[in-house]
């Protein structure tokens, strides 16, 4: 089982739809999570921190189930320019590694 | 600023070949690792290094060296390319692993054929 996976994907949603992508993980002793974005054939960008509490940032929010072990990205209102891939990470901070899902692509059509 | 910079961005070699891909940041970063992506694969951990003179295996770490001589540099080395290592290679930095809320910074990529 993968340290870290995410709904396969992929996403083909119209400008305008609300769209949650989940993630699970499965060592405990992660620490940190993180939402980044992948545009094609570029770098990984951190598009945010995700939290217990919750974290919102505009059109974008985030969420954190320890119990669960789940992370989830919320997208509302989608845009042409949120098409990318979504990655989710978590970090175990005793071992200072980052682990990666697979990611999910997201398509957001006119 | 610069952030992360890795070199070459492209790079082609024949199999049982010797290279070395570079990595530099001047984020004064105590952490640096080296990420393989493969279609459909995700990014896989090779190498990291919490600092200087310190460095550990990921997820993947056979066929690759590294060092660490210095805060700025993470070079990974490939000690005699094979076709499987054809992928494209980010490096990334993070302020200080042993914190939370430290995410990670990535290089352009190099995209690396073996042939």
């Known amino acids: 089982r993968k340290e870290v996976e995410q709904d396969p994907g992929p996403f083909n949603v119209p400008e305008g739809a609300t769209v949650a992508f989940n993630c699970t993980y499965s060592?405990?002793?992660?620490?940190?999570f993180f939402w980044y974005r992948q545009d094609c054939r570029k770098e990984p960008k951190l598009l945010m921190s995700?939290?217990?509490s919750g974290n919102e940032d505009g059109r974008f929010t985030a969420q954190l189930n320890r119990a669960s072990q789940y992370i989830s990205l919320l997208i509302r209102d989608s845009k042409l320019s949120d098409s990318a891939t979504y990655l989710c990470a978590s970090h175990n901070t005793n071992a200072g590694k980052s682990t990666f899902g697979d990611g999910t692509t997201l398509t957001v059509k006119p | 600023n610069a952030g992360v910079t890795q070199t070459p961005k492209f790079q082609v070699l024949k199999t049982g070949q010797s290279m070395t891909l570079q990595c530099a940041q001047d984020m004064n970063h105590e952490y640096m690792s080296w990420y393989r992506q493969d279609p459909g694969m995700g990014l896989r951990l090779i190498h990291y290094s919490v600092g200087a003179g310190i460095t550990d295996q990921g997820e993947v770490p056979n066929g690759y060296n590294v060092s660490r001589s210095t805060t700025e540099d993470f070079p990974l080395r490939l000690l005699s390319a094979a076709p499987s290592q054809t992928s494209v290679y980010f490096c990334?930095?993070?302020?200080?692993?042993?914190?939370?809320?430290?995410?990670?910074?990535f290089g352009n990529g190099t995209r690396l054929t073996v042939t």
């Open positions: 995700v939290y217990s």
């Open positions: 060592n405990s002793a992660s620490q940190s």
């Open positions: 990334a930095s993070s302020q200080r692993p042993d914190r939370d809320n430290s995410p990670l910074h």
